[in-house]
């Protein structure tokens, strides 16, 4: 394949049009044209197609502008990781994580692996599951940590590490704290929720659609689940929670259980990596061993 072609094509998908792919590369917009249409013959697919003063990617465009973007991330990756070795010799870790784990397993297992290799500097980076996924594959981060059950990404492999209790919560004083409740009851509750791509709301509203129940109405909706807690706690609505993120609120008594009828929630912990990539053994292998 010609990657030359490739990436003009690239910054036209990006830029949705020809001629301005043109203006930024500082070449003729004939020239652009030129080579994506050679970029076609070769493929033998159309990538795009005249839509007004723009363009469009077809189906099959769409696939490779994806592709190509994920190809020209790790091209910069490792000319930063060179250059990174080149002038310091110290090698960069960057690690995308679901709020839990960033929060609460991560800074530990950091400081440990810091503690075993001092010279390598380490990034942490706290998205929700959808964008740690995202990450990975465009070689922003070379390790994901990620609580979620399904919807794996084929070309990412998913280790396992643990499984976690995931607990529904109320203000202490509520009228439902500390009692076993059904899930329709529960989801009259005005709940706090996560934004979308969170992967506990997915699972909160699987749960509903699984036990025919209607969703809950929104009470909040926050990006953070440390900023959904305190809002339990200041005394408005329900919410789902890790049990490692709300214990010491439940200690301190200023939230409280909720149990729900023929529900118990754990959810899996996996380390995420790119599938058929070679990682330093220290990488890997050191993590393991801190979290186990």
């Not at 499984?163 to 509520?174: A, G, K, Q, R, S």
């Not at 059904?182 to 506990?200: A, K």
């Given at each position: ?53 723009g ?48 929060h ?58 643990m ?13 439902i ?35 025919k ?39 301190r ?40």
């Open positions: 394949m010609n990657l030359h072609a490739l990436r003009l094509f690239t910054k036209v998908a990006e830029l949705q049009s020809v001629s301005k792919a043109a203006q930024t590369l500082m070449i003729s917009q004939p020239a652009v044209t030129i080579q994506i249409r050679n970029l076609e013959k070769e493929l033998g697919l159309t990538l795009v197609e005249s839509k007004g003063r363009i469009t990617l077809t189906s099959n465009g769409e696939f490779l502008f994806k592709q190509a973007q994920r190809l020209f991330d790790l091209e910069l990756d490792i000319e930063n990781k060179v250059e990174q070795l080149k002038f310091t010799g110290i090698e960069e870790l960057h690690i995308a994580a679901t709020h839990v784990p960033a609460f397993l991560l800074p530990n297992w950091m400081a440990k692996y810091k503690q075993a290799y001092p010279t390598t500097n380490i990034h942490l980076k706290t998205e929700n599951s959808k964008q740690v996924i995202e990450q990975l594959l465009h070689y922003k981060a070379d390790l994901g940590f990620i609580v979620k059950e399904d919807g794996h990404h084929p070309d990412i492999d998913y280790t396992f590490l499984n976690l209790d995931y607990w529904f919560i109320v203000p202490f004083e509520h009228r704290a500390g009692q076993e409740v059904s899930l329709s009851t529960l989801m009259n509750e005005p709940f706090i929720l996560r934004e979308d791509g969170s992967s506990t709301k997915e699972l909160l509203i699987s749960l509903c659609k699984i036990h129940t209607p969703p809950p109405k929104v009470g909040l909706q926050f990006n953070g689940i440390n900023e959904s807690i305190h809002a339990i706690a200041a005394g408005y609505g329900a919410m789902l929670a890790p049990s490692i993120a709300v214990s010491d609120f439940i200690h008594k200023q939230v409280a259980r909720v149990f729900v009828k023929n529900i118990d929630i754990q959810r899996p912990i996996y380390l995420c990596t790119r599938k058929n990539e070679q990682h330093t053994p220290s990488i890997l292998t050191t993590f393991m061993k801190f979290i186990e």
